[in-house]
């Protein structure tokens, strides 16, 4: 059999394009940043792609992906996602990109990170610039694998928790901050225990008058009957001073029972670069707010092999993690037999979650201290002014034509009718905000 010059052409462009489909590395945009915040940006995001096109998203811990394209992609790893020429994916409503990846493994200080330094492995890399900066890895839904971003894919920056100059400056480091733009939401942040230490902990707190006799450990829908933690117990768990009555103690610190002397408690932190962990140190400790705020226990950098698969050290009697992201988090507070906290943020709101909400100075987060509770968004005590441990959500691109991308997927942040453990624009230009004042209610820390 005979084939035209043409018809060789032809084939020859037809086999170019199956080995590049895909959408073509220009119109992939990356970023990085806050997990808090991880899913209600997925949502924003795929509300961009707009009818009849179809987006699909893909989620794996810290990792996601979300694409626009002429029909829906299915599962990871997608023959679809493989299969098609970039001209069947479909630009996102108001962006220049067809893709968006983002990780947020390494919290929300990762936003400014992507924009000075990514990794040596990548093509963003900079030796010029910090080269300690983190790894930069990001999901390719035709392979359901993690990658080096893809060459000629676009920096978008990415998403913080709080302004990123309200990060120590042993966490700045040379880094170059650049203007923050409000993301449009305040995101709330409580304090869970596993249920091992929520049991203990009810079970000191009744008989001591602190929670009515009425109550059962079950009564996780009365505020009333949720064991509480002070301001001040955190801060001492939280604080770098070892010798402190939490680590001396353990788990009697939040008990007050002798027989739990030297039992183990976990604390469950986040790493450095965690916009949920600059928060939590901005609420109980006043870093960096305050003239008289205290020091943060050290972020472990190495693996105790008893305490589990990420970076831990036991310290006394008190077991500080340093959680990459919310997600690990989670995975030790869903432990059984185990008695640890963290602090997560609101969006935390999944079902099937093991672990339960504590009240912080007698504010509970929401109006159940079990996660997946249906109808809860972790958001009305903060309306109420129960609870004032929440910070607003901001976003830095790096340039003006970044900053531009960001002010889009704001606005669709911003139009999500009930997002799980946030409010919204709508609802901060009412008054439930705190006027631009990030450490409010930290100030006499």
């Known amino acids: 059999m005979q084939f035209s010059k043409i018809s060789l052409a032809a084939a020859a462009i037809c086999a170019a394009a199956s080995a590049t489909a895909a959408p073509n590395a220009g119109n992939i945009a990356i970023s990085a940043g806050a997990s808090a915040v991880q899913n209600n940006v997925r949502l924003a995001i795929l509300s961009l792609c707009k009818a009849p ?242 020091s943060i226990v050290a972020e472990p950098t190495t693996i105790d092999p008893a305490g589990g698969t990420i970076a831990n050290a036991k310290i006394e009697n008190i077991r500080v993690y340093g959680a990459g992201g919310t997600g690990d988090v989670r995975t030790e507070l869903n432990k059984a037999g185990v008695f640890a906290l963290g602090v997560v943020s609101g969006e935390n709101n999944q079902t099937g979650q093991g672990w339960r909400w504590l009240r912080v100075d007698g504010a509970p987060i929401g109006e159940n201290a079990m996660p997946g509770t249906a109808g809860i968004t972790n958001a009305n005590t903060q309306k109420s002014g129960a609870n004032s441990f929440y910070f607003e959500a901001t976003y830095t691109g790096g340039n003006a034509t970044n900053d531009g991308y960001w002010a889009t997927i704001a606005t669709a942040f911003g139009a999500l009718a009930a997002p799980v453990g946030l409010v919204n624009q709508a609802d901060l230009d009412v008054g439930y905000n705190k006027g631009g004042l990030t450490c409010l209610g930290s100030l006499s820390n």
């Open 53 to 294: 096109n179809v987006g699909s998203s893909y989620v794996s811990g810290n990792f996601t992906t979300v694409v626009c394209a002429n029909q829906a992609l299915g599962a990871a790893p997608s023959a679809l996602y493989v299969s098609k020429p970039d001209s069947e994916f479909r630009f996102f409503d108001g962006l220049p990109f067809k893709e968006v990846r983002f990780n947020v493994g390494n919290g929300s200080f990762g936003s400014v990170q992507i924009l000075n330094s990514p990794t040596p492995s990548s093509p963003f890399y900079n030796p010029a610039v910090n080269p300690p900066n983190p790894v930069f890895l990001f999901r390719n839904p035709g392979t359901n694998q993690n990658t080096d971003p893809t060459t000629g894919a676009v920096i978008i920056g990415g998403i913080s928790d709080v302004e990123t100059n309200r990060f120590p400056l042993t966490t700045i480091g040379a880094n170059t901050l650049y203007p923050n733009g409000r993301l449009g939401a305040a995101q709330t942040f409580g304090v869970a225990a596993t249920t091992a230490l929520y049991t203990k902990m009810f079970d000191a707190q009744k008989p001591a008058g602190l929670i009515p006799a009425v109550c059962t450990v079950a009564d996780t829908g009365l505020p009333y009957c949720i064991p509480n933690i002070s301001k001040a117990q955190m801060a001492t768990i939280m604080s770098a001073n070892d010798l402190n009555a939490a680590y001396a103690k353990g788990l009697e610190f939040l008990t007050n029972d002798p027989a739990d002397n030297a039992v183990e408690l976990r604390y469950v932190r986040r790493v450095d670069t965690s916009g949920t962990q600059a928060s939590a140190q901005n609420y109980f400790l006043g870093l960096p707010c305050s003239a008289n705020s205290l």
